[in-house]
């Protein structure tokens, strides 16, 4: 099997994994890294967002190839060691998570969605697909506004 | 573990009160007795046992001749009086560091009862959340019926024996301080778990551990403190395993790296429900497939294990088998509907100088779909087993695995793992179950998942039902209220039906009822005073996988009679609030409605193609009242924009978690009552991702929601599936009051609007 190494939460890592192999796999069964969570291995209910080079993906539809030589960031790397990232905060001040399965990824989509734009309006949240099983929604919507305030 | 009759001496007076001033038992406490038992551990750890000379609350209560059964002694009330024998096995302890610890007999799922339990051992024994550990408890055969997560039942059931418990614990740790000083408890007090007595003296718990621990050592009665010294319960509180959750640390069944070795598991099931494997044709070819350990053939399909998931999922799909015929082949949704229509009772006659309202209503399949699909680890050995896996009947999942491996009870284990989401599907244990055979078959250590097309498709779902409703009323009064439902029959094979039948005695029904007649019986109750009242449940025996699903059958049962609640107010020219607000049995239920119509401004204009909906819902001896505003100029893409919502469980021990819980059922409410359902077409169902299975996402969620939580009583009634059957009549009612339309079929809009995954 091919080797691939790319950055991984600031680590370089090298994986023997074949091509085509999803990343998310290539993360959780080879690399142990768990935080993002598999909900549909097909792109819908984006449990797994993630990040390549600061854009949102999903490891279950991205090949473990294309990511050689890039930067990829899971929920593990978000936060600067004990210092949330602001989202980070932002979630755990509005309580947001119930059994949590899904709040990896609902945070990877946040983050993403405030760097395209500062201040995102209800529609622009409205966009985020990530499903949340237990109804967090109203909660995730807040959480959004508030960690915008403060960044 | 060994326990040790500590001391009963209920009648003495012992030295001191453990109490602060002001601190008396409160009554109810104050008749009970307490047995101590210290178990066996060089600190404290200790379990209080009420004596039983007291009855119980739900035997001690009269019958009262009108009342539903479900108001009598409804399904929680049950499941506390099985679990009464065993409820004061919950230990308590303290160790040398100074933290409290208890391992908690039921599934946390979501709901956050262990950050509830967590700030009931807080303020019982005065220390920091903080310092507060409380797991999961692995199945503990010897607690019988009382290691059930389900009926909305956790706070109600463990409400008084965790505390009970703390409060011995903290007795025994001031007796100890009291001895060392040569004082009495009554003149210490805690703060933050530190011990503080006369001459500037301190200990920590942890300090005081070991002797509070002293078999010798006296300690006076001690009692949970009252509800209006409590500081912590009643708070609004954030999850104590929240910052695990925002940092991806939390762990889950599949996170889990407990067994060396354990290989990444899929199956390829059979085209229906039920099917089985007749042959697998190309094992050989499977075999050579990259990354593929080992292949097995078990009842429910062909296994493959793999190095990754990805492989083992690649390898899945390459299956060839010969597959036989499962249990509902050529069922689809119209035979279904079919025969539930065939079998719902009709209405009786009305009589001749009355007018009716009748209706009938179709509820579509719904899966539970927890975000985190079904999943175990499972270790089998020859002569052990052990399992990990988020279960909410761990014991039954136990005796299961052991009846199915050949071994003892005592030779399996089972660890419950914080799960993914719920909804009624934790109750269930065949992810264990089928993770422990596929371990037996292939003599390897398995992490088992299912996909999410398997979850949706051969995974539980709430039955689909038929209601047929009549209504008869004369010069504005409501003269009886007639409700048949017809359901294809819930599983309760996860362990309630020996609960029922364990409590058979007790029950406020009688006759030859099925476990889940009384189910329906005594979870269904209408809040409203309809004069004579008649609410049955038909079951059409097919073979499929059901289960309770968040509110069992109130969701679709209330759910359909707040829309016919609505229609009996325009038939007798009322206002939908006012009919509420006169017909509601309790004060209490009359008070969360007029909060909400305060609150959400009933009444106002609304512009045409939008409304607003009232819904009313009590169970678990909680109510609430949701009103909704629905956009639906397109009435094929309808929106709830505002969500007002008043709850009264009566002690909301954290109402920061109760809020999340409601906000948790209106999201159900929205999904289910509009778009989220299952089309079954020859014996299968056809969604197998959220793409097609349309639960609600952001977009469909309202932006503007306001919880009132209303604080009321000493003890807390359930609130876990409360907020769905109220949400479920809102929408319904707003729907109807937008479009001008009866919607009689749910989820509203429902068609097949994709290309199914092949079987």
């Given at each position: 099997m091919p080797n691939y190494t790319f950055q991984l939460n600031g680590e370089t890592v090298t994986v023997d994994a074949p091509?085509?192999?999803?990343l998310l796999w290539a993360l959780r069964?080879?690399?142990?890294?768990?935080?993002p969570k598999y909900g549909?291995?097909?792109?819908?209910?984006?449990?797994?967002t993630s990040h390549l080079d600061g854009e949102a993906i999903r490891?279950?539809?991205?090949?473990?190839?294309?990511?050689?030589?890039r930067e990829v960031t899971t929920i593990e790397g978000l936060a600067d060691g004990d210092r949330l990232h602001p989202v980070q905060e932002a979630w755990l001040e509005q309580d947001v998570?119930?059994?949590?399965?899904?709040q990896p990824g609902q945070i990877m989509a946040a983050v993403a969605l405030l760097r395209r734009t500062s201040d995102p309006t209800d529609a622009e949240i409205d966009?985020?697909?990530?499903?949340c099983r237990c109804g967090t929604y109203v909660r995730i919507r807040e959480a959004i506004k508030a960690a915008a305030a403060r960044m | 573990m060994t326990s040790l009759?500590?001391?009963?001496?209920?009648?003495r007076t012992l030295p001191?009160?453990?109490?602060?001033?002001?601190?008396?038992?409160?009554p109810t406490h104050s008749r009970r007795r307490f047995l101590t038992y210290l178990v066996a551990a060089p600190t404290l750890a200790v379990a209080a046992q009420v004596v039983a000379d007291v009855a119980g609350p739900a035997t001690a209560r009269a019958l009262p001749s009108l009342p539903a059964p479900a108001e009598v002694l409804d399904l929680g009330d049950v499941l506390i009086l099985a679990g009464k024998p065993t409820e004061d096995l919950i230990v308590v302890s303290v160790d040398q560091r100074g933290r409290v610890g208890l391992a908690l007999?039921?599934?946390?799922?979501?709901?956050g009862i262990t950050t509830a339990v967590a700030m009931l051992l807080a303020d019982e024994l005065d220390?920091?959340?903080?310092?507060v550990d409380v797991t999961l408890a692995d199945a503990?055969?010897?607690?019988v019926f009382n290691q059930l997560t389900g009926g909305s039942n956790t706070m109600r059931s463990v409400y008084g024996p965790v505390r009970r418990a703390a409060a011995v614990a903290r007795a025994r740790l001031l007796a100890a301080a009291a001895l060392r000083w040569g004082t009495?408890?009554?003149a210490l007090t805690v703060t933050d778990g530190v011990v503080s007595g006369p001459g500037g003296r301190s200990a920590t718990y942890g300090e005081l551990s070991a002797a509070a621990a002293d078999r010798t050592l006296t300690v006076a009665l001690a009692a949970p403190k009252p509800t209006a010294q409590q500081?912590?319960?009643?708070t609004p509180t954030n999850r104590v395993d929240a910052r695990a959750m925002v940092t991806g640390q939390q762990r889950y069944t599949l996170d889990l790296?407990?067994?060396?070795?354990a290989l990444p598991t899929m199956l390829r099931r059979p085209?229906?429900?039920?099917g089985t494997v007749?042959?697998?044709?190309?094992e050989a070819q499977l075999r050579a497939m990259?990354?593929?350990v080992d292949v097995a053939v078990v009842r429910t399909g062909v296994a493959v294990l793999a190095e990754t998931f990805g492989q083992a999922r690649d390898a899945v799909a390459a299956v060839q088998a010969t597959w036989g015929p499962g249990?509902?082949?050529?069922?689809d949704d119209a035979s279904i509907r079919r025969t539930l229509r065939a079998a719902t009772p009709p209405p009786l006659a009305p009589g001749l100088l009355v007018q009716t309202v009748d209706a009938e209503f179709d509820f579509a399949f719904v899966s539970?779909?927890?975000?985190?699909?079904?999943c175990a680890v499972a270790h089998v050995t020859a002569d052990r087993a052990e399992i990990w896996s988020p279960l909410k009947s761990p014991i039954v999942a136990q005796e299961t695995i052991a009846a199915e491996l050949g071994?003892?009870?005592?030779r399996v284990t089972v660890h419950v793992v914080q799960g993914?989401?719920?909804?009624?599907?934790?109750?269930?244990s065949d992810a264990a179950l089928e993770a422990a055979r596929v371990s037996k078959a292939t003599g390897r250590p398995v992490k088992l998942l299912w996909s999410r097309i398997d979850d949706m498709r051969h995974g539980r779902a709430r039955a689909a039902s038929h209601h047929r409703i009549r209504a008869t009323h004369a010069a504005g009064d409501v003269l009886t209220f007639e409700h048949r439902v017809a359901s294809v029959e819930t599983d309760f094979g996860h362990g309630l039906g020996e609960i029922l039948t364990s409590v058979a005695a007790s029950l406020p029904v009688a006759g030859n009822l099925s476990f889940a007649q009384t189910v329906f019986l005594t979870t269904v109750h209408s809040p409203?005073?309809?004069?004579?009242t008649t609410q049955t449940l038909s079951e059409v025996p097919?073979?499929?996988h059901t289960g309770s699903w968040r509110s069992v059958y109130s969701a679709n049962t209330r759910g359909a009679e707040e829309v016919v609640v609505d229609e009996l107010a325009a038939a007798t020219r009322r206002d939908p609030a006012e009919f509420r607000r006169r017909l509601l049995k309790e004060d209490r239920f009359r008070a969360v409605l007029d909060r909400v119509v305060q609150e959400g401004q009933w009444g106002r204009r609304m512009p045409r193609g939008t409304a607003q909906g009232l819904g009313f819902h009590a169970e678990y001896k909680g109510c609430t009242a949701c009103l909704v505003e629905i956009d639906a100029r397109d009435p094929q893409d309808p929106r709830v924009t505002r969500a007002t919502i008043a709850v009264d469980v009566?002690?909301?021990?954290n109402p920061r978690g109760l809020e999340a819980q409601m906000l948790g059922g209106l999201t159900d409410a929205i999904g289910t009552t509009l778009r989220a359902g299952l089309h079954v077409v020859d014996g299968l169902p056809l969604e197998g991702s959220y793409s097609q299975f349309h639960y609600t996402r952001q977009a469909d969620s309202p932006t503007d929601v306001r919880v009132f939580v209303v604080d009321s009583g000493e003890e807390p009634g359930g609130a876990?599936?409360?907020?769905?059957p109220a949400a479920v009549g809102a929408i319904a009612n707003a729907y109807a009051r937008a479009t001008g339309t009866r919607p009689r079929?749910?989820?509203?809009?429902?068609?097949?609007d994709f290309e199914p995954f092949p079987r």
């Amino acid at each position: 099997m091919p080797n691939y190494t790319f950055q991984l939460n600031g680590e370089t890592v090298t994986v023997d994994a074949p091509a085509d192999l999803p990343l998310l796999w290539a993360l959780r069964d080879k690399l142990g890294v768990t935080g993002p969570k598999y909900g549909c291995g097909i792109d819908v209910c984006k449990a797994c967002t993630s990040h390549l080079d600061g854009e949102a993906i999903r490891p279950c539809v991205t090949p473990t190839a294309e990511v050689a030589g890039r930067e990829v960031t899971t929920i593990e790397g978000l936060a600067d060691g004990d210092r949330l990232h602001p989202v980070q905060e932002a979630w755990l001040e509005q309580d947001v998570a119930q059994c949590g399965y899904c709040q990896p990824g609902q945070i990877m989509a946040a983050v993403a969605l405030l760097r395209r734009t500062s201040d995102p309006t209800d529609a622009e949240i409205d966009e985020i697909q990530n499903v949340c099983r237990c109804g967090t929604y109203v909660r995730i919507r807040e959480a959004i506004k508030a960690a915008a305030a403060r960044m | 573990m060994t326990s040790l009759p500590d001391q009963a001496h209920p009648d003495r007076t012992l030295p001191g009160s453990t109490r602060p001033p002001g601190g008396e038992p409160t009554p109810t406490h104050s008749r009970r007795r307490f047995l101590t038992y210290l178990v066996a551990a060089p600190t404290l750890a200790v379990a209080a046992q009420v004596v039983a000379d007291v009855a119980g609350p739900a035997t001690a209560r009269a019958l009262p001749s009108l009342p539903a059964p479900a108001e009598v002694l409804d399904l929680g009330d049950v499941l506390i009086l099985a679990g009464k024998p065993t409820e004061d096995l919950i230990v308590v302890s303290v160790d040398q560091r100074g933290r409290v610890g208890l391992a908690l007999p039921r599934a946390e799922v979501g709901q956050g009862i262990t950050t509830a339990v967590a700030m009931l051992l807080a303020d019982e024994l005065d220390v920091p959340l903080s310092s507060v550990d409380v797991t999961l408890a692995d199945a503990r055969p010897e607690l019988v019926f009382n290691q059930l997560t389900g009926g909305s039942n956790t706070m109600r059931s463990v409400y008084g024996p965790v505390r009970r418990a703390a409060a011995v614990a903290r007795a025994r740790l001031l007796a100890a301080a009291a001895l060392r000083w040569g004082t009495t408890p009554g003149a210490l007090t805690v703060t933050d778990g530190v011990v503080s007595g006369p001459g500037g003296r301190s200990a920590t718990y942890g300090e005081l551990s070991a002797a509070a621990a002293d078999r010798t050592l006296t300690v006076a009665l001690a009692a949970p403190k009252p509800t209006a010294q409590q500081r912590v319960v009643g708070t609004p509180t954030n999850r104590v395993d929240a910052r695990a959750m925002v940092t991806g640390q939390q762990r889950y069944t599949l996170d889990l790296d407990v067994v060396p070795g354990a290989l990444p598991t899929m199956l390829r099931r059979p085209p229906t429900i039920n099917g089985t494997v007749r042959s697998l044709d190309n094992e050989a070819q499977l075999r050579a497939m990259p990354g593929v350990v080992d292949v097995a053939v078990v009842r429910t399909g062909v296994a493959v294990l793999a190095e990754t998931f990805g492989q083992a999922r690649d390898a899945v799909a390459a299956v060839q088998a010969t597959w036989g015929p499962g249990t509902v082949d050529g069922e689809d949704d119209a035979s279904i509907r079919r025969t539930l229509r065939a079998a719902t009772p009709p209405p009786l006659a009305p009589g001749l100088l009355v007018q009716t309202v009748d209706a009938e209503f179709d509820f579509a399949f719904v899966s539970h779909a927890p975000l985190e699909p079904n999943c175990a680890v499972a270790h089998v050995t020859a002569d052990r087993a052990e399992i990990w896996s988020p279960l909410k009947s761990p014991i039954v999942a136990q005796e299961t695995i052991a009846a199915e491996l050949g071994l003892p009870v005592s030779r399996v284990t089972v660890h419950v793992v914080q799960g993914g989401g719920s909804f009624g599907r934790r109750l269930f244990s065949d992810a264990a179950l089928e993770a422990a055979r596929v371990s037996k078959a292939t003599g390897r250590p398995v992490k088992l998942l299912w996909s999410r097309i398997d979850d949706m498709r051969h995974g539980r779902a709430r039955a689909a039902s038929h209601h047929r409703i009549r209504a008869t009323h004369a010069a504005g009064d409501v003269l009886t209220f007639e409700h048949r439902v017809a359901s294809v029959e819930t599983d309760f094979g996860h362990g309630l039906g020996e609960i029922l039948t364990s409590v058979a005695a007790s029950l406020p029904v009688a006759g030859n009822l099925s476990f889940a007649q009384t189910v329906f019986l005594t979870t269904v109750h209408s809040p409203y005073h309809l004069g004579v009242t008649t609410q049955t449940l038909s079951e059409v025996p097919l073979q499929m996988h059901t289960g309770s699903w968040r509110s069992v059958y109130s969701a679709n049962t209330r759910g359909a009679e707040e829309v016919v609640v609505d229609e009996l107010a325009a038939a007798t020219r009322r206002d939908p609030a006012e009919f509420r607000r006169r017909l509601l049995k309790e004060d209490r239920f009359r008070a969360v409605l007029d909060r909400v119509v305060q609150e959400g401004q009933w009444g106002r204009r609304m512009p045409r193609g939008t409304a607003q909906g009232l819904g009313f819902h009590a169970e678990y001896k909680g109510c609430t009242a949701c009103l909704v505003e629905i956009d639906a100029r397109d009435p094929q893409d309808p929106r709830v924009t505002r969500a007002t919502i008043a709850v009264d469980v009566g002690r909301a021990v954290n109402p920061r978690g109760l809020e999340a819980q409601m906000l948790g059922g209106l999201t159900d409410a929205i999904g289910t009552t509009l778009r989220a359902g299952l089309h079954v077409v020859d014996g299968l169902p056809l969604e197998g991702s959220y793409s097609q299975f349309h639960y609600t996402r952001q977009a469909d969620s309202p932006t503007d929601v306001r919880v009132f939580v209303v604080d009321s009583g000493e003890e807390p009634g359930g609130a876990g599936e409360l907020g769905v059957p109220a949400a479920v009549g809102a929408i319904a009612n707003a729907y109807a009051r937008a479009t001008g339309t009866r919607p009689r079929s749910f989820p509203i809009v429902f068609p097949v609007d994709f290309e199914p995954f092949p079987r």
